[in-house]
C-alpha cells in the first residue's frame, strides 16, 4: 500500500500499524479499507480451496473466520512513515527509490504466494525487472505473482472490488496458484 494513516484526534504519538491491527477486531478497524481487504483474503483463499468465487460476505464484520484470514495477510507500506489523507505519486516513487532495498527484503521474508498491489504498481514495476504481464492485472516477476488492482480504500462499494478481483484471479487461478496449502493453515 502507499502509506500509513492515523488522524485520529487521541492519537498525538508515534504508533505503529502492525501494534494497530493486531490488537484490534475486525469490526473495531473503522476504516473500510480493512473490510475490503479481509473479504478479499478470505474470497482469494475460499478460491483457492474451491476453484470458485464465493458469494460476498454480508457478515463479513463479524465472521471469525473472515477476521482469521485478515490477520493471516501482511501489508507493506511504501512509505514508512505516518501521512497525510493524500499521498503525492512523486514523494511516493522517492520512497520506493531510497527504501526498494528494504522494501524487496520484506517481500522476500514473507514470500507470499499472491501481492495485491493498492494503486502501487506502477510505482514499483520498473524495480521489479521485466515483468510479465500473464493475465488480467497479474503479473509475473522474479518469483512472485502482483496484482495492479484498486487501492483497498477507493470509493467502489466492497462488492464491486470484491467481485471485480475474484472473478480476475479465477480466470487466472493456473498461473498464481499455490503449490502449499495455506487454507489449512488458516484452519488449524
Request: glycine share 4%; aromatic share 14%; proline share 5%.
Amino acid at each position: 500500500m502507499k502509506e500509513a494513516y492515523e488522524n485520529s484526534a487521541d492519537v498525538t504519538e508515534e504508533w505503529a500499524l502492525n501494534d494497530y491491527i493486531a490488537s484490534k477486531r475486525l469490526s473495531e478497524l473503522g476504516k473500510p479499507m480493512w473490510w475490503s481487504m479481509a473479504q478479499w483474503v478470505d474470497g482469494i483463499n475460499k478460491l483457492i480451496e474451491t476453484s470458485d468465487v464465493i458469494p460476498f460476505n454480508e457478515d463479513y464484520k463479524s465472521d471469525p473466520k473472515v477476521e482469521k484470514a485478515f490477520h493471516s495477510c501482511a501489508i507493506i507500506n511504501l512509505k514508512k512513515s505516518g501521512g497525510k489523507s493524500f499521498s503525492l505519486s512523486d514523494d511516493l516513487s522517492s520512497y520506493v527509490d531510497s527504501d526498494w532495498d528494504l522494501l524487496w527484503e520484506q517481500i522476500q521474508e514473507i514470500n507470499p504466494d499472491l501481492i495485491i498491489c493498492g494503486a502501487t504498481y506502477p510505482l514499483i514495476e520498473s524495480k521489479l525487472g521485466c515483468p510479465q504481464k500473464s493475465a488480467e492485472w497479474l503479473y509475473h516477476a522474479q518469483g512472485y505473482h502482483f496484482i495492479d488492482f484498486w487501492h483497498p480504500s477507493n470509493q467502489w462499494p466492497h462488492k464491486v472490488k470484491y467481485y471485480s478481483l475474484m472473478s480476475a484471479l479465477k480466470q487466472s487461478k493456473e498461473l498464481w496458484m499455490p503449490k502449499r496449502s495455506f487454507v489449512a493453515e488458516l484452519l488449524e
